[in-house]
């Protein structure tokens, strides 16, 4: 991980408006540790990919995060760390400025 990447991630994320608690690193995750989901989960992803030429054109949001309609559910989840989704974290998005594609295996 470069740390100049690190950065400039950690510098979009609080442009976004995300209030950074704690350190960020690659295993903090996007909807669990970062609060980032629904219609925002959206917004963050397609900035994310304009910010840094990062195609996410495959990448299946559903998979990784909830639809608005359901954040009651969603916000249990988190608080239990028990959701069903895909965890996206912040070593996706580091690979993904690297790779300019958004791809989590």
């Known amino acids: 991980m470069k740390n100049n990447d690190l950065f400039a991630l ?3 994320i609080e ?3 995300i209030e950074l608690k704690e350190e960020i690193r690659e295993n903090t995750e996007i909807e669990y540790d970062l609060r980032i989901t629904g219609d925002d989960a959206v ?3 397609l900035s994310f990919g304009n910010k840094f030429n990062v195609d996410v054109s495959s990448f299946q949001l559903t998979e990784y995060f909830e639809a608005e309609g ?3 559910p ?3 989840n988190i608080m239990y760390n ?3 989704k ?3 974290t912040i070593g996706h998005l580091l690979d993904a400025m690297n ?3 958004l791809n989590p295996i």
């Open 86 to 88: 895909k965890k996206l």
């Open 43 to 45: 917004n963050f992803i």
């Open 10 to 12: 950690k510098k979009f």
């Open 70 to 72: 359901k954040l009651l």
């Open 15 to 17: 442009d976004f408006g």
């Open 99 to 101: 790779s300019h594609i």
């Open 82 to 84: 028990h959701s069903s």
């Open 74 to 76: 969603v916000f249990f």
